[in-house]
């Protein structure tokens, strides 16, 4: 069974700093996908990565995908409230996988 | 619509009760799936249908849960003899084909509580 562990788990700072949060794994995936979640609603995909060493910026929000494909991270720079949100790491075993292996989230708190 | 719509949003009923929830997927995405969120944890796959195959039901906790999907409209997710720790949110989503690049596209849940 694949794994994803995300940390930290809960993160709450205020408006104008820099975060990371982490998704990392055993496993080899062949893509990894990053998802928002507000409450009340379903998540919505911010970007998929699918080459090791891969870097994906929008706006404010960079998105690594590790060497080795286990591990990505995602960087906010100058956080805002409406960042606010559970942020969902998932990957995928292989590129004709439809089944997605999901983290539990890091539930981010931007106060203004 | 333009996106995934579920129904209801909300559902309360009494522990030993039989539940049934609805999906609507976006308009030509062949690819729908079922997922659980408990409180505090992951989402959880349940199970996934493409177009006239078989469904993937790998995902179901239990023979209390089935789930129908007619061509590559409506779904719904049945639960029968509901017990305490079926409460959750259970998420629907669609893709316009399977596979690891096509975006999964959510609707927003049924919170499922029982009493």
């Known amino acids: 069974t694949q794994l994803l562990e995300q940390s930290p788990q809960f993160l709450s700072i205020q408006e104008g700093e820099n975060l990371t949060v982490y998704c990392n794994s055993s496993?080899?995936?062949?893509?990894l996908q990053w998802y928002r979640q507000e409450p009340g609603e379903g998540p919505v995909l911010l970007v998929t990565v699918v080459t090791g060493g891969e870097v994906k910026k929008l706006k404010r929000l960079t998105f690594q995908f590790g060497d080795a494909r286990k591990d990505s991270s995602l960087h906010i720079t100058a956080a805002q409230p409406g960042d606010t949100g559970l942020y969902l790491c998932?990957?995928?075993?292989?590129?004709?996988?439809?089944?997605?292996?999901f983290g539990k989230g890091t539930k981010l708190s931007v106060i203004p | 619509g333009a996106g995934v719509s579920q129904s209801p949003s909300n559902k309360v009923t009494e522990k030993g009760k039989d539940v049934e929830l609805r999906c609507d997927p976006i308009?030509?995405?062949?690819?729908l799936y079922w997922y659980r969120q408990r409180l505090g944890q992951g989402l959880e796959f349940l199970i996934y249908?493409?177009?006239?195959?078989?469904?993937?039901k790998s995902g179901l906790p239990s023979d209390r849960f089935s789930a129908e999907r007619t061509g590559e409209s409506v779904s719904t997710l049945t639960i029968q003899r509901t017990q305490q720790e079926d409460s959750a949110v259970y998420l629907c989503a669609s893709s316009i084909d399977p596979g690891a690049f096509s975006p999964l596209h959510f609707g927003n849940g049924t919170r499922l509580t029982v009493t």
């Open positions: 308009s030509g995405h062949t690819a």
């Open positions: 998932a990957g995928s075993p292989g590129a004709g996988s439809y089944q997605l292996t």
């Open positions: 249908f493409q177009g006239n195959s078989a469904p993937d």
């Open positions: 496993s080899v995936f062949s893509s």
